[in-house]
Nanobody
C-alpha cells in the first residue's frame, strides 16, 4: 500500500515536498514514479526513478525544479518541488512498477497511492 502526502496550497515560486510511503512492500528495487492529473487532462508522468541503477526521468516541464529522492530506511520516496508555477496545480500520485526500467505511462504501474492535491496560486 502506498500513502502519498505533502500536498497543499502554495504561492507561485514556493516549494512543497511530497512524500510517498510504502507499507508492506519495499520500493528499493522497484521503479517509482510521480504522476499528476489536472482537471480535464490525462494523468501524466512527472518524474520517475529506478533505484537499481540510479536512472531518473523528469518531464521537461519540471526539469530543474523537481527532484526525486528516497529514504530506504523509511521506505519512502520524496518529490521536492521548487519554483512552483500555477500550471503545476494538479492531483499528484505516486506509483510503483515492479520492473527496473522507467515506465512513461500510467498503465505501466501496478501500485498507486491515493493522490495528494497541489494547488499553486498566482
Amino acid at each position: 500500500q502506498l500513502q502519498a502526502s505533502g500536498g497543499g496550497l502554495v504561492q507561485a515560486g514556493g516549494s512543497l515536498r511530497l512524500s510517498c510511503t510504502s507499507s508492506g512492500r519495499t520500493i528499493s528495487t522497484d521503479t517509482v514514479g510521480w504522476f499528476r492529473q489536472a482537471p480535464g487532462k490525462e494523468r501524466a508522468l512527472v518524474a520517475a526513478g529506478t533505484w537499481s541503477d540510479g536512472t531518473t526521468y523528469y518531464a521537461d516541464s519540471v526539469k530543474g525544479r523537481f527532484t526525486l529522492s528516497r529514504d530506504s530506511a523509511k521506505n519512502t520516496l520524496y518529490l521536492q518541488m521548487n519554483h512552483l508555477k500555477p500550471e503545476d496545480t494538479a492531483v499528484y500520485y505516486c506509483a510503483v512498477r515492479s520492473i527496473s526500467s522507467i515506465g512513461y505511462y500510467h498503465y505501466e504501474y501496478g501500485y498507486w497511492g491515493q493522490g495528494t492535491l497541489v494547488t499553486v496560486s498566482s
